[in-house]
């Protein structure tokens, strides 16, 4: 069993003791909502949620308490994302990005609006996807503000509505965005048929925020047909990334030192497409040298999929060279994937695997603010700490104490 499974499974098995605990809805029950799971729609055109601590039923039924102010902004930031209004594209990413628990709730409701409305969207499309998913990432100074900007005007140009979620590292001070994506994307971020949001990590592990998967579904709800997730760094946050988009693009300069050792080697098997940027004037030569590099070695390296072997090109966003073919390649992809139903299951599996990452992250947070293990944990940290007792009988120890008082 792997590491990534064992985690699953303590987690797991976390979450069904966390199922025992009473229900906090029925501590809330005048000021929380009350879901049932169905998949059919409601009358209001929405899915109908309401889960229980017992059981789930899967007979239809309607939202319910709503108040009428909420139900009127949530019709009023619906009707808005579906039109294709900016603003009420950034007002629901900013809904759904909230840690407000009422509002964490409201933004569950909208997406479960938005849901319904993709679904009818690829059914007309032949239960194919409406939209591209395009995750980015590179070492600094890749420039892949750059690349973005050149390749979004492009595609705007071709009649494309662009989204692009850049994820931001963030300041220990403020909170905020460290990097500001947008002020460098200024010709983009002037498109009206672009969409640029900079979020920050919020310190979120990996530098993905938990929420990116959901502004996804946002922006295609508003009619975005290519969503580009750009990430921070090279690292962890580009495993998370690769589970919540059709193509993985690693990007990497021309001249930094022994490339193939600086961008390790799991990171290049899970790209789709490699791409040499800044392949112009005196960096034309390093630029093909490393691309054969790169050609060479994805050669030996495990196929990622069984019908797409992953290329390596090079481009230039100053002359604009080789975007328009690194595009081309891109529909390429995109048109394997549909017809071997490949990108269709990639999609299915992505869900299944950002719901367990929900799980885990809640069954955690639940587990750390439970009294009994509160009580216990400043002591049993301190013991640790003094070298008493081994983290792990402390891990156990206060896993006792959840499971005996709950």
Not at 133 to 148: D, E, T, Y
Request: hydrophobic share 35%; charged share 20%; aromatic share 6%.
């Amino acid at each position: 069993m792997g590491p990534q499974c064992q985690i699953m499974g303590f987690y797991s098995g976390l979450f069904r003791l966390y199922q025992r605990l009473p229900s906090r809805s029925a501590m809330h029950s005048q000021t929380r909502l009350r879901w049932k799971y169905s998949g059919n729609l409601t009358s209001n055109g929405c899915l109908g949620v309401c889960l229980s601590n017992r059981s789930v039923s899967t007979a239809p039924c309607h939202i319910v308490d709503l108040t009428e102010r909420e139900k009127r902004s949530l019709d009023k930031l619906y009707d808005g994302l579906v039109t294709g209004h900016r603003a009420a594209l950034a007002e629901s990413i900013t809904l759904v990005e909230t840690q407000h628990p009422r509002k964490k709730e409201l933004a569950q409701v909208l997406l479960q609006r938005v849901l319904a409305y993709k679904q009818t969207q690829e059914k007309a499309n032949g239960n194919q996807p409406v939209a591209f998913r395009v995750g980015l990432s590179g070492p600094p100074g890749a420039g892949k503000s750059s690349f973005i900007e050149v390749l979004g005007k492009m595609l705007t140009g071709q009649g494309h509505k662009v989204s692009v979620l850049a994820v931001d590292p963030s300041s220990c001070t403020t909170g905020g965005s460290l990097m500001g994506d947008k002020t460098r994307m200024t010709e983009l971020s002037r498109d009206m048929q672009a969409f640029i949001r900079p979020s920050p990590t919020s310190g979120t592990l990996g530098g993905v925020t938990r929420t990116t998967n959901e502004a996804i579904v946002l922006c295609e709800g508003a009619g975005y047909d290519v969503v580009v997730v750009e990430t921070v760094g090279v690292g962890q946050s580009e495993f998370a990334v690769a589970d919540m988009v059709d193509m993985f693009v690693l990007l990497i300069p021309p001249a930094g030192g022994d490339e193939l050792q600086g961008i390790k080697r799991g990171i290049i098997e899970m790209a789709d497409l490699v791409v040499v940027t800044k392949s112009d004037g005196d960096l034309v030569v390093p630029a093909r040298r490393i691309q054969a590099e790169y050609t060479s070695a994805l050669k030996l390296m495990r196929k990622k999929s069984t019908t797409w072997r992953p290329k390596v090109v090079r481009v230039s966003s100053q002359t604009g060279e080789g975007i328009v073919d690194l595009w081309d390649t891109m529909l390429k992809f995109k048109g394997v994937g549909v017809e071997s139903g490949e990108l269709l299951k990639r999609r299915r599996s992505q869900q299944k695997v950002w719901m367990w990452s929900l799980i885990q992250e809640n069954a955690l947070r639940h587990f750390q603010e439970h009294p009994s293990v509160g009580a216990v944990l400043p002591q049993l940290e301190e013991r640790v700490t003094r070298g008493e007792i081994s983290p792990g009988l402390a891990a156990d120890l206060l896993l006792k104490a959840f499971t005996t008082n709950s």
